[in-house]
């Protein structure tokens, strides 16, 4: 559910002068990200190439290129291509700072590009040649989302119980270590984390919107909704609160305010597969599976199966006659 971090038309903000035709590139670089959204990766390559053609080396057309490339199934010429891109001729040299800087530097942009496994390879390099630099946090990171983005929970949870050890207290190391020991069902040390969240982060919504997600798990949904309802009033509309505490109202039977808040979920993220088959549960508890069939397709579309499993196809198959 994540998106390219440098953003639409940014990459193409880099790849032109003051003029007229930086307007132009700006537009086809909108265009190329809605191809790539839309998986008319022909479209979205040929519009990447013609922008490395008119300003090669820019470092966002060619992360575009390979993450499109990527998306083809082309991941060995993706990587080769942000290789070529780092390569400048230095010599790195093995148990230096310098090597360790090269490696994540690069690690960074496979990741970027979603050549996830690509990027674990280069975070490993960087990692045996920190010798306690100051890169340990940032490479432990990086490589901890790389792993949790081709479901390596177990790898992610040990990275961050290296970078926790370190300093109990990190922020972005706790979220982490709860993301992955949430998919790992771990209820017991997931709370340890929580706890320690709420206590050294109170003012933190995605502290209490994982702590509402532990008790949605465990079935207390009353709890959870208090939760969420504490998680949205210190971060204001995010898609995620108003998305699990739909669900927790579902699960409750309150079909009306179930629909108000996983609607305002999906206002806030066209993207969010799990709102729309969320959804889709509430359709079907109100009997109107042509709606709850249209958007269980939309989650399959969004790519839920590829992120959380079966469970939209199951319903698919139960609901809706396929």
């Known amino acids: 559910m994540n998106k390219i971090v440098f953003l639409t038309g940014v990459i193409l903000l880099w790849c032109c002068s003051a003029s007229v035709a930086q307007i132009t590139d700006s537009m086809r670089g909108v265009m190329a990200y809605k191809y790539l959204d839309e998986k008319q990766y022909d479209k979205a390559l040929s519009i990447a190439d013609t922008l490395m053609s008119k300003y090669p080396g820019y470092e966002g057309c060619i992360i575009f290129k390979a993450t499109v490339l990527g998306a083809m199934g082309k991941s060995k010429a993706a990587n080769k291509l942000i290789n070529k891109m780092m390569d400048k001729g230095e010599v790195h040299e093995k148990g230096t700072v310098y090597s360790a800087n090269f490696y994540k530097d690069r690690g960074d942009k496979k990741e970027q590009a979603k050549l996830y496994k690509y990027a674990i390879h280069d975070y490993d390099k960087a990692y045996e040649d920190l010798d306690g ?18 479901h390596r929970y177990n790898d992610a949870r040990t990275d961050m119980l290296e970078l926790l050890a370190k300093d109990s207290t990190d922020f972005d190391g706790l979220i982490m270590m709860v993301n992955a020991l949430n998919m790992l069902d771990n209820t017991d040390e997931i709370m340890t984390y929580l706890e320690r969240g709420v206590k050294f982060y109170p003012t933190s919504d995605i502290v209490y919107g994982n702590l509402a997600y532990r008790y949605q798990n465990m079935g207390s949904y009353d709890m959870a909704i208090q939760l969420n309802n504490k998680a949205l009033e210190l971060g204001g509309d995010n898609t995620y609160h108003f998305n699990n505490r739909g669900f927790e109202k579902y699960k409750l039977n309150d079909l009306d305010g179930a629909m108000a808040d996983i609607n305002r979920a999906i206002d806030l993220d066209k993207d969010n597969s799990f709102a729309f088959k969320n959804r889709a549960l509430v359709y079907i508890a109100m009997k109107d599976k042509d709606r709850a069939c249209a958007d269980l397709q939309t989650a399959l579309e969004k790519g839920f199966s590829l992120q959380y499993g079966p469970e939209v196809k199951d319903l698919v198959k139960e609901n809706c006659g396929k």
């Open 133 to 150: 630099n100051s890169l340990l946090k940032d490479v432990l990171m990086g490589r901890s989302r790389a792993e949790y983005a081709i």
